[in-house]
């Protein structure tokens, strides 16, 4: 079993839907990163948590220590969303990554 | 926010050669920096973890003798693939933390070995 769990693996979905992806992790942490991995490969950092919640235009980002969870949302989904959405958990000098979720959204 | 500029974004060699990647923090002191490897629709795998300053840590399976790298300054570091093969065609990231725990990426570097 991975340290870093996500779910769904593949989500294709509407332009306009709610978008909520899940990540689990069973160590513990320092902060979670979620990021986004554009087809070319780049990555950009979407949030960095350690508890709360985060919100940063249409994307909201949310962690609970206690369930070892966190959760990424994104409001009003448009076809530019179109990515992979890591998750990945820092655990002292290590960081920990899900496989990522590979989301579509359809025009 | 925090830059990390990886170079090039993408490299064609010929086999054998060695071929060098360049991460740079631009407005920020990356005292720790990792470099990853990712296989084609599979999540980045941590090759190593440098400090500034001190000899890179690799992870179990990655060849420190064939993956140098370097972490000379606390704004670059680099990782050389030496004497390269197709096998190691792959997409390379790196990414830098500074003394927060937040880490900043690089846009990664796709290396094609022929």
């Known amino acids: 079993k991975n340290e870093v769990e996500q779910s769904p693996q593949n989500l294709t979905a509407q332009e306009g839907e709610f978008i909520t992806i899940n990540c689990s992790y069973s160590v513990g942490i320092s902060a979670l990163h979620w990021l986004q991995q554009h087809p070319g490969g780049g990555i950009v950092s979407l949030f960095m948590l350690s508890s709360g919640k985060k919100k940063h235009g249409r994307l909201i980002a949310t962690i609970n220590i206690q369930e070892k969870h966190s959760s990424l949302h994104i409001t009003a989904s448009h076809p530019r969303d179109s990515a992979v959405y890591i998750c990945a958990a820092f655990r002292d000098d290590k960081i920990i990554f899900g496989k990522g979720t590979r989301l579509h959204i359809l025009p | ?114």
């Open chain 2, 1 to 114: 926010g925090a830059v990390v500029s990886q170079h090039p974004s993408r490299v064609i060699c010929k086999s054998g050669t060695s071929v060098k990647i360049e991460c740079r923090s631009l407005d920020f002191q990356a005292t720790t920096m990792f470099w990853y490897r990712q296989f084609p629709k599979q999540s980045l795998m941590l090759m190593a973890t440098s400090n500034e300053g001190s000899k890179a840590t690799y992870e179990q399976g990655v060849e420190k003798d064939k993956f140098l790298i370097n972490h000379a300054s606390l704004t670059l570091s680099t990782l050389t693939v030496t004497s390269a093969h197709p096998e190691d065609s792959s997409f390379y990231i790196c990414s830098a933390r500074g003394h927060s725990a937040e880490a900043f990426f690089g846009q990664g570097t796709r290396l094609t070995v022929v």
